[in-house]
């Protein structure tokens, strides 16, 4: 193992703090000052975490001290949506706050200024080093500008993480170059290769203090860190045969103060466990006395006690992991505030909500009369369905008005259904009589013998079309017979010799006059897009064919492939033909 390939990872601001002070058990006022004493005692560098802590401790109480007011601002006869609420201890906090987040901010920038200007200063010491090679001088002269070069370097101070690895690379780079010069002086590698190795020494002695079990193990995680820098930034190499055990010892004491931080941090999440066991119990002890019927004011006292004395005993338990304090509190907030709220609907006027429902039937019966003699029966008919529905789900009114508001609503409601089952009656029977219409139309239609007279055959059977399609704006027939009139239709064409174009063209005159007589304005318009987009649409799929047939090396109509591409070819232009028709049509039309 090899320090340069084995360095173990030791991160920055990976050790966190852990706090002894319970925020839980401060009041807001408490909090207030403890982020105030903060502010004016310590680095601003050094609070973060605890400021983090104060500030979501704050916000927990606050948001529970809203909800409390609110809950009695409702019980007094409020309404929900005009509750307001401020306490002067919110405002003063957060004005903290803000100075808090402006001095870091600023403190940002300081450090941020005092990178850019060491990254300066190493930039300027590695061009040094690199021209050190090319110097005439003596090379204990050189030699001695390279340990001032190093000295300079471990005092240059620190750089940002994104130009921290290419700068110590490059530096790096450089003084194994400046070794490889100087390879020839072994007198002076010696000399600087054991002052490595003594320094490399008091590190690992100081590694064994600190993995004894007298010490911080969360200090001496940090400690260790700065051990690492100092081993890997600030000292050089030392001589081959010392390189492998001596970062062997350091590799064997960085991981026992590893695992002493482990353990430490294991049986503190023990600890952490063991007070949201105790938390959790509380919050299910209040809900266990929510559940309780209570039915008299002395019952409700006694039970508000029980609660706030495990709401005190919440508070005095110790901290919980940070992954499980979000979710206890609110589970905790949402406890109290069930409680509260069922106490205070026992208190609450019960008429307060009948007096609402009321009035949210007395609205759905005018919607009901509004309504009744409509004749719009597909939206109608869902509007009254659903008022029906919502009536069901509306709860009860005051006793004097049930029967009263029930019998207007219901008289609407079957004055409307009533109309609407006689009207689908009469839709239907018209629609049977369209439908006996069309068969005997149809029957008569498969007797009739065409004559040789083209030019009058073609009118009678343009007139046969009108005929049709007058009985079908009677009623809604089925589709079915409509497609036997057609096909019977467009057999007699072609006895008359009609080619297919012809034939589609005079179909498609015939759709073109049903849209003209219809109300819509738009529908001749919308024809003319959609015939437009078939024929693009033609038009781009015998491309696609035509592009496919160039694929093929030797084109021989022989091949079945080739045959049914070509057919295919032929087949979308005759079609693309019969659309170009109908678009020539559809213009004459709109002329």
């Known amino acids: 193992m090899s320090e340069e390939k084995n360095t173990l990872p030791i991160e920055e601001n990976i050790f966190e703090e852990v706090s002894s002070v319970n925020y839980e058990t401060m009041s807001l006022e408490t909090l207030t000052n403890e982020l105030r004493n903060l502010l004016q005692t310590d680095k601003i560098q050094t609070i973060r975490k605890p400021v983090e802590a104060i500030r979501e401790e704050f916000d927990r109480k606050y948001e529970a001290l809203l909800e409390e007011k609110k809950e009695e601002y409702i019980a007094e006869g409020g309404l929900e949506y005009e509750f307001e609420y401020e306490s002067p201890l919110y405002k003063e906090f957060y004005v903290l706050f803000s100075q808090y987040r402006d001095k870091r901010n600023q403190y940002h920038k300081e450090i941020e200024k005092a990178h850019k200007e060491n990254l300066e200063k190493r930039k300027t010491i590695i061009e040094e080093l690199k021209n050190l090679i090319n110097t005439e001088e003596h090379i204990g002269t050189t030699f001695k500008q390279f340990q001032q070069l190093q000295e300079r370097w471990r005092k240059a101070g620190a750089v940002a993480n994104t130009d921290y690895e290419d700068l110590w690379n490059t530096y790096r780079h450089h003084v194994e170059n400046f070794y490889d010069y100087i390879h020839l002086s072994k007198d002076l590698r010696d000399i600087d290769f054991k002052r490595n190795l003594e320094e490399k020494q008091k590190i690992i002695q100081r590694a064994e203090e600190l993995a004894r079990d007298n010490v911080d193990a969360l200090i001496a995680s940090r400690e260790l860190q700065v051990l690492h820098r100092v081993w890997k930034e600030e000292i050089g190499p030392v001589d081959k045969e010392y390189r492998e055990p001596i970062w062997q010892r350091f590799s064997e004491l960085t991981k026992q103060i590893h695992d002493k931080r482990q353990y430490y941090l294991k049986n503190l999440d023990k600890v952490y466990e063991e007070n949201a066991n105790k938390k959790q119990d509380i919050i299910r002890q209040i809900i266990a006395i929510t559940e309780k019927e209570a039915t008299s004011h002395n019952v409700w006292k006694q039970l508000s006690d029980q609660v706030d004395e495990l709401r005190q005993a919440f508070i005095n338990i110790g901290k919980v992991s940070q992954q499980q304090s979000d979710e206890i509190w609110k589970s905790f ?259």
């Open 333 to 591: 907030n949402v406890a109290l505030r069930t409680f509260n709220k069922k106490k205070n609907q026992f208190y609450k006027d019960l008429k307060k909500e009948q007096q609402e429902n009321l009035t949210k039937k007395l609205a759905l019966v005018e919607i009901a009369k509004a309504n009744q003699n409509s004749t719009d029966w597909e939206a109608t008919t869902v509007l009254m369905k659903n008022i029906q529905k919502e009536w069901k789900e509306i709860g009860s009114v005051p006793l004097r008005n049930t029967e009263k508001i029930w019998k207007e609503f219901k008289k609407a409601c079957d004055t409307y259904f009533n109309s609407f089952a006689e009207a689908k009656k009469i839709k239907k029977n018209k629609e049977n009589d369209v439908l006996e219409q069309k068969k005997e139309f149809l029957d008569k239609l498969k007797e009739y013998k065409l004559s040789d007279d083209r030019e009058k055959e073609l009118e009678n059977l343009q007139h046969f079309v009108h005929q049709w399609n007058d009985l079908d704006t009677k009623g809604h027939s089925k589709k079915t017979i409509d497609i036997k009139f057609h096909k019977i239709i467009d057999a007699l064409y072609k006895k008359l010799n009609f080619g297919k174009q012809e034939i589609e063209i005079i179909k498609y005159n015939n759709k073109l006059e049903r849209l003209m007589n219809d109300d819509d304005e738009n529908s001749l318009n919308n024809e003319v897009q959609f015939v437009k987009r078939r024929i693009d649409e033609i038009k781009l799929e015998v491309l696609q064919l035509e592009n496919n047939l160039a694929f093929f090396a030797n084109i021989d109509e022989k091949n079945p492939l080739v045959r049914d591409v070509i057919k295919n070819i032929n087949h979308q232009k005759e079609t693309l033909k019969t659309w170009e028709n109908k678009l020539r049509e559809l213009k004459q039309h709109l002329l």
